[in-house]
Nanobody
């Protein structure tokens, strides 16, 4: 069993910053990738950023240059630093962790709202 605990999110003004975190806990397990996804009303859930255990990173073009994904393998935690936030970044953000032999695990999501 693997459980994810998300923190962060909230209401910020355009141009502001926000930092999300997601920590995985449980019995012995091995993670091959961690990432962030988001979904806004009327839109398909989309990838925001992913990072593999070997530090290979991928960003959606819409956030590249503004968001930074990082991880702390020792604590099984992934972060998403979001800068220069835009109204179109408003969405429910989900943490996702791929565990070897145990499939994908999703966080409960946290709301990010960018508005003046």
């Amino acid at each position: 069993q693997v459980q994810l605990v998300q923190s962060g999110g909230g209401l910020v003004q355009p141009g502001g910053s926000l930092r999300l975190s997601c920590a995985a806990s449980g019995s012995d397990f091995s993670i091959y990738a961690m990432g962030w996804y988001r979904q806004a009303p009327g839109k398909q859930r989309e990838l925001v950023a992913t990072i593999t255990h070997g530090d290979l990173i991928n960003y959606a073009m819409s956030v590249k240059g503004r968001f930074t994904i990082s991880r702390d393998n020792a604590n099984n935690t992934v972060y998403l630093q979001m800068n220069s936030l835009k109204p179109e970044d408003t969405a429910l953000y989900y943490c996702n962790v791929g565990v070897v032999g145990r499939g994908l695990h999703w966080g409960r999501g946290t709301q990010v709202t960018v508005s003046s």
